[in-house]
Each structure stands twice: as C-alpha cells, then as structure tokens.
Nanobody
C-alpha cells in the first residue's frame, strides 16, 4: 500500500509560481512511476507530468516549459514546480504513483500508463490561477 498526501495548492496569479508537494509512504517507492495529474471542474482527470524509474520525464504539451518535476529525491517526496501558471491550469492536482514496476520504465511509459487509472492517488490539492 502507498499513501500519498498532497499540499502546496492555493491561489496564484497568472505568471507567478507555485510548488506542489506530495508526501509518499510505502515500501519500495523507488520502483514506482510517479507523476502529477489534474482534474478541472467538469472534466476528466488528465495527466500533466511523469517521471520514470530511469529518471526521464514527460510533460503534457500544455505545461511543457512551465512545469517541472525537480529530481534528486528518493520518491518519498514528489514536487511539481509550476512556473508561469495560466488560468486554464486551474484544477485539483493529484500526485500519482504506479507500481512496483519491475524494469527501468521511462517517463513516457509512465505518463501513458497513468491514463489507465490503476494508480495510487492522494486526496488532491486545489490550484486556482487568476488572470
């Protein structure tokens, strides 16, 4: 079992910055795919960023160049650095863990499997971006 707790959400003006955190607990977290998904009101949950077991990352086109997952941690704390957020980034943000993965999965592979929904989720943290 993996338990996830997100924090760091809030209100931010467009063009500002925000850093989300996800505290993870469980066994063997280094073997998991990790990432962030979001769900805007009235829309489906949709992946935004993922980091694979091999350390590579993948980002949705809409956040590429603005959002990053800082690396260098042991996957017990996952971050999402949100720079220059836009009003359309307003959503509930969830960290997602999937695994254990028995091979060196890439960020792209993890990004795709998150779509299946068979992931561990936290309770989410709300981000509201004002113009």
């Amino acid at each position: 079992q993996v338990q996830l707790v997100e924090s760091g959400g809030g209100s931010v003006q467009a063009g500002g910055s925000l850093r989300l955190s996800c505290a993870a607990s469980g066994y063997g977290l280094s073997t998991y795919c990790t990432g962030w998904v979001r769900q805007a009101t009235g829309k489906e949950r949709d992946g935004r960023a993922a980091i694979g077991r091999d350390g590579t990352t993948r980002y949705a086109d809409t956040v590429l160049g603005r959002f990053t997952i800082p690396q260098g941690n042991a996957k017990t704390t996952l971050y999402l650095q949100m720079n220059s957020p836009k009003p359309e980034d307003t959503a509930m943000y969830y960290c997602a863990y999937r695994g254990p993965i028995p091979f060196a999965a890439s960020g792209s592979w993890c990004y795709d499997v998150f779509r299946s929904g068979d992931n561990y989720w936290g309770q989410g943290t709300q981000v509201t971006v004002s113009s």
